[in-house]
């Protein structure tokens, strides 16, 4: 089993919403930087959105108002919660934690929004 493990992706229609969650232990949670980032088919793996371990957030311009970050320091878990959905948004969606000594991603989830 990986150390960030992602769910929530499926197939939703344009305007729908879906929260996508990554789960991972307290060790790598709690110093950690914590991100979503997603990937298209052909297309580079791009940030959508970030937040610190003191809860400071960022947002890609085409994503902002639509989708909102948040993370559960009891659960050790960052969400990912996107509304208005777009067919553009369809992707692999990656969870990632990132600190001073590391820099994990987890496998993936797919997210498909049909128009």
């Known amino acids: 089993q990986g150390q960030l493990v992602e769910s929530g992706g499926g197939l939703v229609q344009a305007g729908g919403s879906l929260r996508l969650s990554c789960a991972t232990s307290?060790?790598?949670?709690?110093?950690?930087?914590m991100g979503w980032f997603r990937q298209a088919p052909g297309k580079q793996r791009d940030l959508v959105a970030t937040?610190?371990?003191?809860?400071?957030?960022t947002y890609i311009d085409f994503v902002e108002g639509r989708f909102t970050i948040s993370r559960d320091n009891a659960k050790n878990t960052v969400y990912l919660q996107m509304n208005s959905l777009k067919p553009e948004d369809t992707a692999v969606y990656y969870c990632?934690?990132?600190?001073?000594?590391?820099?994990?991603w987890g496998r993936g989830t797919q997210v498909t929004v049909s128009s």
């Open positions: 990632n934690a990132r600190n001073s000594y590391f820099n994990i």
């Open positions: 307290a060790m790598i949670f709690s110093p950690t930087t």
């Open positions: 937040i610190t371990s003191g809860g400071s957030t």
